[in-house]
C-alpha cells in the first residue's frame, strides 16, 4: 500500500515509528485488523490532556498521529478544520477509527481472499524466491570482484 505518508508514530509511543516488531500490538494498525480491534486501538491510542483538535508534533505527539492517520486514509483536505477545533479526543479517535477502517476494507477482503488461493500463494513464493536467487548471486559476483576472489 503506498501513501504519501512516510513516517507514522506508533499509538502507545508517539515519539517511536510505528512498527510491525513492536512487542505490543495495540502500538500499531494493520490492514488485516477488523474494525472492532482498529477502533479499540485507535481508542487506547496516547494523546494529552488538552481540549481540542491542534496539529503540533512537538507538544501533542500523539494527537500529530491520529491526525497523520486521517490525513493519509482520507481525502478531507484539512482533517483540522473549524468543524473538529472543538471535538474531544474520543470523538476525534473514533472519526480515525472509522476512516481508517473503511479504508482498509478493501485490502482485507483482497487479503482474505488470497490467504485461500494455495495455489497463487505458492506461485508468488516460488518466482520470489528465485528473483531473489538471481538477485543474491549477482552481488556476490560483485562482492567477490570487489575484494579481489573473482
Known amino acids: 500500500m503506498l501513501t504519501p505518508t512516510k513516517r507514522v508514530m506508533s499509538l502507545r509511543d508517539p515519539k ?4 510491525k516488531s513492536d ?3 495495540a502500538s500499531m494498525i494493520l490492514v488485516t485488523d477488523k474494525p472492532a480491534e482498529i477502533q479499540t486501538k485507535l481508542a ?6 488538552t481540549l481540542g483538535i491542534t496539529y503540533n508534533p512537538i507538544n ?16 478531507a483536505p484539512k482533517p483540522v478544520g473549524k468543524e473538529r477545533e472543538y471535538m474531544g479526543h474520543r470523538e476525534y ?3 480515525v477509527a472509522d476512516c481508517v477502517a473503511k479504508s482498509f476494507k478493501g485490502f482485507r477482503g483482497q ?3 488470497l ?3 494455495q495455489e497463487v ?10 528473483h531473489a536467487g538471481i538477485r543474491a548471486q549477482e552481488t556476490m559476483q560483485k562482492v567477490k570482484t570487489v575484494v579481489g576472489l573473482a
Open 93 to 95: 479517535k473514533g472519526v
Open 23 to 25: 512487542p505490543n500490538p
Open 111 to 113: 487479503y482474505k481472499r
Open 115 to 117: 490467504m485461500k488461493e
Open 16 to 19: 517511536k515509528k510505528m512498527s
Open 44 to 49: 487506547g491510542a496516547v494523546t494529552d490532556s
Open 121 to 130: 500463494l505458492d506461485e508468488t513464493s516460488r518466482k520470489g524466491a528465485e
Open 60 to 75: 501533542r505527539p500523539g494527537l500529530a498521529t491520529l491526525i497523520t492517520i486521517l490525513t493519509s486514509r482520507s481525502n
